[in-house]
């Protein structure tokens, strides 16, 4: 089975420039969450989804960030414009909820570098 | 209010020792999730182990086990016979369940980390 997919893998960008990461996650898992990953914050909850419809968006830092899922098989996360500080690794994760207990499957991660 | 803390930045153990990994935790909800996690420097998060709040016995995955200290609000990593693959990133994090508490299902919240060396 196909895990979580990220793309891109890597992103350099200057400064104001629009950056759009994207997340496909796991076949039929109903949550869908995204983390931002920095030497100094540790690994931070950006944003989460279920069924589709965003639940928790209290750790967007800013609203240069938005996220979307227009279905239930693709999310992105936009940052617009961007700036040095968003410099991060950026983790889609998604998970199925049974009630419990359910572990979170995290993809590769996108490194975003922002000049 | 920190919820997860992870207070020890580093550790190193000798291959083949055991290790501990300390986690605490802050809650109110009396259904939460305990997790680890494993991220190696290629950067990859990968699951080692669940304990649930209710669970009776600790929870064990091969030589990883969780030393589940409910009253003291502790979840420690217990790692046997540690192997250099074992060098990496660890987490704790923890879940909580009940929407009245955290006012949102489902939302896993990480500590800071602990960096384990296993030296040969």
Same mark, same amino acid.
């Given at each position: 089975?196909?895990?979580?997919?990220?793309?891109?893998?890597?992103?350099?960008?200057?400064?104001?420039?629009?950056?759009?990461?994207?997340?496909?996650?796991?076949?039929?898992?109903?949550?869908?969450?995204?983390?931002?990953?920095?030497?100094? #914050?540790?690994?931070? !909850?950006?944003?989460?989804?279920?069924?589709?419809? %965003?639940?928790?968006?209290?750790?967007?830092?800013?609203? #240069?960030?938005?996220?979307?899922? %227009?279905?239930?098989?693709?999310?992105? !996360?936009?940052?617009? %414009?961007?700036? %040095?500080?968003?410099?991060?690794?950026?983790?889609?994760?998604?998970?199925?909820?049974?009630?419990?207990?359910?572990?979170?499957?995290?993809?590769?991660?996108?490194?975003?570098?922002? !000049? | 209010?920190?919820?997860?803390?992870?207070?020890?930045?580093?550790? @190193?153990?000798?291959?083949?020792?055991?290790?501990?990994?300390?986690?605490?935790?802050?809650?109110?909800?009396?259904?939460?999730?305990?997790?680890?996690?494993?991220?190696?420097?290629?950067?990859?998060?990968?699951?080692?182990?669940?304990?649930?709040?209710?669970?009776?016995?600790?929870?064990?995955?091969?030589?990883?086990?969780?030393? @589940?200290?409910?009253?003291?609000?502790?979840?420690?990593?217990?790692?046997?016979?540690?192997?250099?693959?074992?060098?990496?990133?660890? @987490?704790?994090?923890?879940?909580?369940?009940?929407?009245? @508490?955290?006012?949102?299902?489902?939302?896993?919240?990480?500590?800071?980390?602990?960096?384990?060396?296993?030296?040969?």
């Amino acid at each position: 089975d196909a895990g979580v997919i990220q793309s891109p893998r890597h992103e350099v960008t200057e400064m104001g420039q629009e950056v759009t990461l994207r997340c496909k996650p796991i076949s039929g898992h109903d949550y869908l969450f995204w983390y931002r990953q920095t030497m100094m #914050r540790g690994l931070e !909850l950006l944003i989460y989804f279920n069924n589709n419809v %965003p639940i928790d968006d209290s750790g967007m830092p800013e609203d #240069r960030f938005s996220a979307k899922m %227009p279905n239930a098989s693709f999310s992105t !996360l936009k940052i617009q %414009p961007s700036e %040095p500080r968003d410099s991060a690794v950026y983790f889609c994760a998604s998970s199925l909820n049974r009630g419990g207990g359910e572990k979170l499957f995290f993809g590769s991660g996108t490194q975003l570098s922002v !000049l | 209010a920190q919820k997860i803390t992870q207070t020890q930045p580093g550790m @190193f153990v000798q291959e083949k020792e055991a290790v501990t990994l300390d986690c605490t935790y802050d809650t109110s909800d009396p259904s939460y999730g305990l997790f680890w996690y494993k991220q190696p420097s290629s950067g990859e998060m990968i699951f080692l182990i669940y304990q649930g709040s209710y669970d009776q016995q600790n929870a064990t995955e091969g030589r990883y086990s969780l030393n @589940f200290q409910k009253a003291r609000k502790s979840a420690n990593l217990v790692i046997s016979a540690s192997q250099l693959g074992d060098s990496a990133m660890y @987490f704790c994090a923890m879940r909580e369940t009940s929407f009245f @508490f955290s006012g949102g299902y489902n939302k896993l919240i990480f500590g800071a980390g602990t960096r384990l060396a296993v030296h040969p």
